[in-house]
Every structure is written in structure tokens, then in C-alpha cells.
């Protein structure tokens, strides 16, 4: 009796410095950003911030740290914790549930890993929510929920631009929101057209397997075929129109500073683009052996498209993309032209005397190429995701090989200028700039398609990843 009484006492001098125990540092330092997101102003964050973080990562501007504060801010309205999403070394990531939407986010946060463990890392990522124990949903209940959720986005004012859900033939769900030209209030229309970004890179991809279709050229011609100096005469026998199509070539992106430096009315037409990117244009690694995201790439293609078709660039795709699928609302228009309802781009700065809305008007380019920057509707994308998977651009072969990832090639997330899922399921390409975001996802096996596109920057990704998860709870 008295050796269990010892043990009790043991015990019960044990527990309260279990309980007592710090959680993980860095979950704590997580939390205590959460409380700063929710309750704090800029004076007071930047205080946090002085006495909080820590390494490199303390010397960035505070206007860095304020922007990213204010953003998610902005954005949320705020998180309630959920629960841990991941525990790495020195590192979290708290599943938090946006008060603006409902919403599930991770927040991460990393620390350092000795006493007294300031912050040296932030950011947001994808997280799963609760969409495997979510009920399932019609097409009818999808399109309502949808329909709510960007409209709470849009009455916060954290999107503009327009949004399409279709299935199949039947579209489920289209609407438009926000402004176009904040100068005139003009609104955003569901015929605006909206800057593609780098989506048009799926118009290039295509109008080379055009070409494929015609017999004009091979994916394994190497590239001196066509343009037998870029970016060097031994480089061009290297690369193959493969790698250029699958970000796999070497090459990099000519947005460099002598193209911000160059005048943009002046560089109208591929050759234009090309003269510019070749100066400073080298092999980043071996063709075939390496993945990385090119601009140049796409743009080169353009030029092969030119040379195998003997029409510029523009007129070929008129004629073999966009005029097969009824697309008359797309193109690369010049913006010192007259151009009707286009929606001028706009990102939000923060401050610490609030936001304010600077227009991209002068960032980009003067027209758009094979690389990016034309212009199209949500509904002209809707045409051209049914004619494209109805095998109406291009047969039902050449559409399966072009949407198919190439990890025979270091390439297991992109095809032939689309990206695709882990699962082969989905396709499409995203793009994005100053005052640019837009999305394609079509669905291989459902025949889901899912657009968005927006005039401010980054705001098409929370609506684009909800349509993804809307689309996995849908009722087969």
C-alpha cells in the first residue's frame, strides 16, 4: 500500500510538467502570426516584426513584410485555427479556415531552430480541407456554391475579372465581376477580354501539332531545321521541337532588363521578340536532361511556325486555332490600337495608409506572341476547351500526346504546352503577371472545364482551386 501511495505521488508530481510542456516552437510562433492576421494593425506588426523575426529574413524591407501581412489580410479576413496540417524540422503548417469564405488554407511558418526560435520563413499553401468526408454535389448544387463563394471574393473586392463552369455541353455556372477601367468605372462584362498571360502558350503548342498534322514538321526535328542560329548554331542541332514545347530545351526567358529598358512599340512581331531574346541566350543545361519554365522557348516556336507554315504567327493562328473552335473574340491585339472591351490590369499595394490599385498599363507588353499576352473571353475559352477535346483543332491522337506529361523527358508535369495533373486527369495552363491571372483546367475523363480570369493580380487561384475542389465532390 504505501509503495502505490509513493507512486501515485510520483505520478502526480510528474503530470503538471507534461502538461506544462511548450508546444513545438514552431507552431507557436504560427499561431502567434494568426493572432497578429486577426487583431493586429501595421504600427503593431511592425513591431512583431522587429521582435519576432529573425536572420535574413528580419532584413528584408518592412514593406515586404507589411505587403505580405496585408495581403493575406486583405484576402481572409482573418483565419481560424483548424489543426496542424504538417510538422517538419523548425517548420509548420497550420490548417486555418478563412473567415471571408469558409475556406481551408496552410500557413507556414519556419523558424530558427535555437532559443528563442524567432520566425525565418513565411508563407501560404494548398492544404485539403474536408472534401473527403464532404457530401457530394449535383451539377446544379456546384454551380450555386460556386456563385456564392466568388461573389463573397468580389464584394471584399479581392477579385475581378469573369468565371465559366461547364460540364460538357452545358454550362453550369458564368459570371463577371468587378471593374474593368477603375478610370471610367467601367464594369467587367462576361464578353471582357481579359490578358491570357502565358495561356496562349497552349495556341502555339497547338498550332505546332497542326503542323505535325499537316506534315510539315516532326516534335523530333531538331530545331536547325527551322532556325538553324538560335540561340547558336551548335545549340539549334541540339535542341528538338519537343524540348521547346516542354520547357525542356535549356533556354531561359528574354524579359530581361534591356526588354524593360527597350522601347514596347517597337517590338510588334516575332522577329521583333526574337532579336531581342538572342543577344543574351545560352543553354542552361543539355536539351532533354532538365526542366526549366521558358519563355524564349515558346517564343522560338512561334518563329518555327513561321518558317514551316510560310504565314506570320498571328494569321496561322486566326486561321487553324481560333477559327475552328468560333473563337471571335481572341487575339493578340496591339493595345496602341482601338480594342474593345479589354479590361485594364491592376495590382494592390498596400501601405501603411492602406491600398491603393497601380495599373499595368505600361509593364507589359505592346502586343502578345507566342510566349503569352494575347487577349480572349470566357466564354471564346469555353469554345476553344470543347473544340479542343471534341478534336476539332487537331485529331484525337496528336490532342492525347500534346496533353500528356513527358517525364521520358525530365518533363513529369507538362506536356507539349500544357501543364497536367499527377494524375493525367486534368489539363490545361494558368498565367499570370502584374495585374494578369487567368486559368484553364479541362478534366480528360469527367469533361469538366473550369475558367477564370481575372484583371487583378493572383486573384484567379483561390477561385481556380475551388472549382478543382467542387469538381471532386460533383455526383457521378
Not at 484553364?440 to 469538366?448: A, E, I, T
Request: charged residues 25%; contains cysteine.
Amino acid at each position: 500500500m504505501k509503495f502505490k501511495l509513493l507512486l501515485l505521488l510520483a505520478i502526480l508530481t510528474i503530470a503538471p510538467a507534461v502538461i506544462a510542456q511548450d508546444p513545438d516552437p514552431a507552431e507557436k510562433r504560427a499561431r502567434q502570426f494568426v493572432e497578429q492576421i486577426n487583431n493586429s494593425n501595421t504600427a503593431q506588426f511592425k513591431e512583431f516584426v522587429k521582435s519576432n523575426f529573425g536572420g535574413d529574413f528580419l532584413n528584408l524591407p518592412m514593406s515586404a513584410h507589411l505587403n505580405f501581412f496585408l495581403t493575406v489580410k486583405d484576402t481572409s479576413r482573418g483565419f481560424d485555427v483548424v489543426d496542424v496540417a504538417a510538422r517538419e524540422e523548425n517548420r509548420v503548417t497550420l490548417r486555418v479556415k478563412s473567415r471571408l469564405t469558409g475556406e481551408y488554407n496552410g500557413l507556414s511558418v519556419r523558424v530558427d531552430p535555437n532559443p528563442p526560435y524567432k520566425i525565418i520563413g513565411l508563407g501560404t499553401r494548398a492544404v485539403d480541407g474536408d472534401e473527403k468526408s464532404a457530401t457530394k454535389l449535383s451539377s446544379a448544387e456546384i454551380g450555386s456554391e460556386l456563385k456564392s463563394y466568388v461573389g463573397k471574393l468580389a464584394n471584399a473586392d479581392v477579385f475581378s475579372g469573369s468565371v465559366l463552369l461547364a460540364k460538357g455541353d452545358k454550362v453550369l455556372f458564368k459570371g463577371a465581376y468587378g471593374i474593368a477601367n477603375k478610370d471610367f468605372n467601367t464594369p467587367n462584362r462576361i464578353n471582357t477580354k481579359f490578358n491570357l498571360g502565358s495561356m496562349n502558350k497552349m495556341f502555339t503548342a497547338l498550332s505546332i501539332a497542326k503542323l505535325v498534322e499537316m506534315g510539315k514538321l516532326s516534335v523530333d526535328d531538331p530545331l536547325s531545321k527551322f532556325v538553324p542560329d538560335f540561340p547558336d548554331a551548335e545549340s539549334a542541332k541540339k535542341i528538338k521541337i519537343k524540348h521547346l514545347l516542354s520547357h525542356t530545351a535549356g533556354l531561359g526567358g528574354y524579359f530581361t532588363r534591356k526588354w524593360r529598358e527597350r522601347s514596347r512599340g517597337s517590338i510588334r512581331t516575332v522577329d521583333d521578340m526574337m532579336a531581342l531574346a538572342k543577344p543574351d541566350e545560352k543553354l542552361r543545361f543539355e536539351p532533354g536532361t532538365n526542366w526549366q519554365y521558358s519563355n524564349t522557348g515558346m517564343l522560338v516556336l512561334g518563329k518555327v511556325i513561321e518558317v514551316a507554315s510560310g504565314k506570320s504567327y498571328f494569321e496561322f493562328v486566326d486561321e487553324h486555332i481560333l477559327a475552328p473552335a468560333g473563337m471571335k473574340h481572341t487575339g493578340c491585339f496591339e493595345l496602341d490600337r482601338v480594342n474593345k472591351n479589354l479590361a485594364v490590369g491592376y495590382d494592390k499595394v498596400f501601405n501603411e495608409t492602406g491600398v491603393q490599385f497601380r495599373n499595368n498599363i505600361f509593364m507589359h507588353v505592346m502586343r502578345g506572341g507566342p510566349q503569352g499576352g494575347c487577349y480572349s473571353t470566357a466564354e471564346d475559352l469555353y469554345l476553344f476547351a470543347v473544340a479542343l477535346m471534341g478534336n476539332k483543332i487537331v485529331g484525337k491522337e496528336l490532342v492525347k500526346e500534346f496533353t500528356t506529361a513527358k517525364p521520358d523527358i525530365f518533363s513529369p508535369s507538362y506536356g507539349f504546352g500544357f501543364g497536367v495533373s499527377e494524375d493525367g486527369n486534368r489539363f490545361g495552363h494558368g498565367g499570370g503577371f502584374t495585374g494578369i491571372s487567368a486559368n484553364l483546367d479541362m478534366f480528360r475523363d469527367s469533361g469538366w472545364i473550369a475558367i477564370v480570369m481575372s484583371n487583378y493580380s493572383g486573384a484567379s487561384q483561390p477561385v481556380s482551386s475551388k472549382m478543382r475542389r467542387l469538381i471532386r465532390r460533383s455526383a457521378k
